[in-house]
């Protein structure tokens, strides 16, 4: 279990379970390797296809209560191929499970200063979710709009206040997002990765208002873990192709007994 601080929250007796599953990111071995090797690209998904398949595995050993893919389902966001396959793999996850699903950069087509998610809403129909049941609040952004400076993000960030706002003070409330907020600290530099430093206190000012109880995005291909204000902000590693020294993993997140924890699984 990777340590954080246990944070008194009222919840129902039950345990409830997340497991967060981010960038499946579908054909980046191939790419990885055409780009290193200088020869030409082969749609293989084998990797990460196996490395996903083992995932559903796991979910549906434990049967949670929510899985969420926080981004990066496929490389290419306009291959068929990719899409269709991870599709077919995830249409194995126990029926009783919510699936809940938000876009990484390369489910989106990116041009200064605007997304276009289309390649995203047109498979699962918006690009951000509210779940709310059993006393805990699931909220799942477009980090791609605050990233690129899209337009939109105004507008999205009108949506967060709405959809951040607990029926009471016991209920438990997560923020999951594709791009990390911030890997260590939120004063930490601008890079590829971080959601840029001009916008952190926004956002953050708007979680400690409302209240928001833990952080978890992807995106880095690695693990990370940060705090704000005693709020844990995690960062979650592939569940298949890794830049660091993780191990593909998954993300288990449970809330029982009042107190929310989490931890990684390697599959």
């Known amino acids: 279990m990777i340590a954080s601080a246990l944070l008194v929250l009222g919840c129902a007796d039950k345990p409830y379970v997340i497991v967060q599953i981010a960038d499946s990111q579908l054909g980046f071995t191939a790419a990885d390797k055409s780009q290193k090797e200088g020869t030409e690209y082969v749609n ?57 699903h938000i876009p990484g950069n390369h489910d989106v087509m990116i041009s200064e200063g605007a997304v276009d998610s289309s390649p995203f809403t047109d498979r699962y129909g918006d690009d951000r979710f509210l779940l709310c049941e059993r006393g805990v609040r699931l909220v799942g952004i477009n ?83 940060g705090e704000y204000s005693g709020m844990p902000v995690r960062t979650t590693t592939s569940v298949a192709f890794q830049i660091g020294d993780a191990q593909p993993s998954i993300r288990v997140i449970t809330i029982a007994d009042g107190v929310i924890s989490d931890r990684l699984l390697n599959i």
């Open 44 to 100: 293989d998904l084998t990797f990460e296809i196996d490395c996903l398949t083992k995932a559903v595995a796991k979910v549906n050993e434990m049967k949670p209560d929510a899985v969420v893919f926080t981004g990066d389902q496929v490389n290419r966001h306009y291959d068929e191929e990719q899409w269709d396959s991870f599709a077919e793999v995830i249409s194995a996850i126990d029926p009783s499970v919510e699936v809940l």
């Open 143 to 225: 980090s791609n709009l605050i990233k690129y400076d899209d337009p939109r993000e105004t507008e999205q960030l009108e949506w967060m206040k709405d959809a951040l706002k607990k029926k009471d003070a016991s209920e438990v409330s997560l923020l999951f997002s594709h791009h990390p907020f911030f890997l260590k600290e939120i004063g930490e530099d601008d890079g590829y990765f971080q959601i840029q430093k001009s916008k952190r206190q926004t956002y953050f000012d708007l979680c400690a208002e409302s209240d928001v109880d833990a952080l978890y995005a992807g995106h880095l291909h690695n693990n990370s873990s």
